[in-house]
């Protein structure tokens, strides 16, 4: 059993920054494949940004080159850094861990507004 716990989430400005964080449980955190993903009212649950065990990442199209993924193991943590928000990055952000079963956090509200 894993247990994800987010945090970071809140209110921000179009064009500001906010840094995501997932605690995970577990002696074995370095194996996971860990990842970020979000849902907004009425849309389907899509991957933002996803780490492996070795440090390779994969983005959702709309994020490359504002968010950014990064993991340290010796805090059983995953980060994502988001630039440059935009309205449209609004939603629930989950966290998400790959160990050899799916585990998901309880979410986090972000809200890109004016």
């Known amino acids: 059993q894993v247990q994800l716990v987010e945090s970071g989430g809140g209110l921000v400005q179009p064009g500001g920054s906010l840094r995501l964080s997932c605690a995970a449980s577990?002696?074995?955190?370095?194996?996971?494949?860990m990842g970020w993903y979000r849902q907004a009212p009425g849309n389907k649950r899509d991957l933002v940004a996803r780490i492996d065990s070795r440090g390779n990442t994969n983005y959702g199209d709309s994020v490359k080159g504002r968010f950014t993924i990064s993991r340290d193991n010796a805090k059983n943590t995953v980060y994502l850094q988001m630039n440059s928000l935009k309205p449209e990055d609004t939603a629930v952000y989950y966290c998400?861990?790959?160990?050899?079963?799916?585990?998901w956090g309880q979410g986090t509200q972000v809200t890109v507004s004016s």
């Open positions: 577990g002696s074995s955190f370095r194996l996971y494949t």
């Open positions: 998400h861990a790959n160990a050899y079963l799916d585990y």
